[in-house]
């Protein structure tokens, strides 16, 4: 069936001689979102970036509405929007500059989409301004006005939450739970508690290797 | 379980996958960002080509100032300053996409890898190995060779320029996970790029001594075809295994 929905299959995965994921199984449908939790080098960024293709698994599979995700890892990362913990900003653009080229390459989109998105995120004047001269906070505010631009249905987030102040993790918080209201999927690694008066997290400890 | 599929198709209609970006416009994205960059900082474009003026314009005062000697080693003197000063402007090619995240997220657009590494490939040829290109002559100019040969320099230089960009483009995604890379770099690129000198040089030799110089500069050119069919696959590879 193509019921859209992640799943990870007993993955295992080693580093050196470090068995970082052991036997990591989850599964995820429409509307759910999965929080990550576990202590500095428990693996919650290899899970992440094993969930997105972007390492391959010693052991085990990731599965996408039904089908391993190798077969079509294109069409798959269509589907996928990945924010790791550094926004994939560049420095000498301004926050508009860089979401045309990055969001962009992947689908189309008019400038009116991108001024929205920043609206939506809080940004006023400094969308102008060179990246290079915001706090990282700004930075992180960006970065999430591209996800918010991703028609993306599956959301992969590493620590979204850093550098934010209060407001800005409410923020995280609010684009969370729309996403999951139109059906979308998040698996976010945080440290602290995510606020969804909304919805209901289910949670995900990884044990340190 | 009817439910459950109703919401399927809900969730594909909200999250319209036919708004992908096409291919091209993808391509053309990529280029127009690396364009701006590197107008933003030209430092760092006109780095090479400063590198490169500052060899061609030593090798008079080195050896000789009689023309007629400079012009027998003009065609060495260019290609070995060109081959060099497009070896530094590797370190620029990768490195900064790599750090900052770009190239994750390349490698995660839905969009071809391969495509896009070209289209990065594109732009750092535009912008190193074009002015390359405009510069040869001028420095072979003033090294004594004839007017008449500027053509053959040109072209020689322009086609040989797009094999080294892209024989290149393999060496600097291969060495993008080693912190030090510039001397694995040239190691790993020069014997490459050894056949684009040879041919490249003879090209260019054969202009300034008024000769036919198809045969070689086509030589280059077969380089250059085979490297953009070959190297952004390649490139491609390697760096999605420097991601892992």
Do not use: C
Not at chain 1, 155 to 184: C, F, K, M, S, Y
Not at chain 2, 56 to 63: D, K, N, R, S
């Amino acid at each position: 069936m193509s019921t859209l929905g992640l799943r990870g299959e007993g993955l295992h995965l080693w580093r050196g001689d470090r068995h970082i994921l052991r036997d990591v199984s989850l599964e995820l449908r429409s509307g759910e979102v999965l929080q990550l939790t576990g202590s500095n080098g428990a693996g919650k960024t290899t899970l992440l970036r094993t969930l997105s293709g972007l390492v391959y698994p010693e052991e085990g599979r990731v599965l996408w509405a039904g089908e391993d995700i190798r077969k079509d890892l294109r069409a798959y990362h269509a589907q996928l929007a990945y924010v790791g913990h550094e926004p994939p900003l560049k420095t000498d653009l301004t926050p508009r500059e860089n979401l045309r080229y990055w969001i962009g390459v992947r689908q189309r989109l008019t400038a009116s989409d991108i001024d929205r998105a920043l609206d939506e995120v809080g940004a006023d004047e400094w969308r102008e301004r060179a990246v290079r001269t915001l706090s990282a906070g700004q930075r992180r505010r960006v970065a999430l006005a591209g996800l918010k631009l991703l028609a993306a249905p599956l959301w992969l987030l590493d620590e979204p939450t850093t550098n934010l102040d209060t407001a800005g993790q409410e923020l995280v918080g609010r684009l969370i739970e729309a996403h999951a209201a139109r059906g979308g999927m998040v698996i976010a690694a945080v440290h602290h508690e995510l606020t969804l008066p909304t919805l209901v997290v289910r949670h995900m400890q990884l044990a340190a290797s | 379980m009817t439910v459950t599929r109703n919401e399927t198709v809900d969730t594909a209609t909200t999250f319209n996958a036919s708004a992908a970006t096409p291919a091209l416009a993808a391509a053309r994205l990529v280029l127009a960002r690396d364009l701006r960059l590197a107008f933003r900082r030209p430092g760092e474009m006109l780095q090479p080509l400063v590198f490169f003026a500052i060899v061609t314009t030593l090798f008079p005062l080195a050896i000789t100032p009689e023309l007629s000697q400079l012009r027998v080693v003009a065609p060495g003197v260019v290609w070995v300053s060109a081959l060099l000063s497009s070896l530094l402007a590797l370190e620029f090619l990768y490195r900064e996409d790599a750090h900052d995240g770009t190239l994750e997220q390349y490698a995660l657009s839905g969009q071809s890898l391969t495509w896009l590494l070209f289209a990065k490939t594109a732009s750092h040829w535009l912008l190193t190995g074009l002015p390359l290109a405009v510069m040869a002559p001028i420095a072979a100019l003033a090294l004594g060779v004839p007017v008449a040969s500027v053509t053959g320099i040109v072209g020689s230089v322009a086609v040989g320029s797009i094999a080294l960009s892209l024989i290149g483009a393999i060496g600097a995604s291969l060495t993008l996970g080693v912190r030090r890379s510039g001397v694995l770099l040239s190691i790993l690129t020069l014997p490459l790029a050894i056949p684009v000198l040879i041919f490249g040089a003879s090209a260019t030799s054969r202009a300034i001594a008024g000769e036919d110089y198809s045969a070689p500069l086509y030589l280059v050119g077969a380089i250059a075809v085979l490297g953009i069919t070959l190297a952004p696959l390649a490139a491609a590879a390697a760096v999605r295994i420097s991601l892992e």
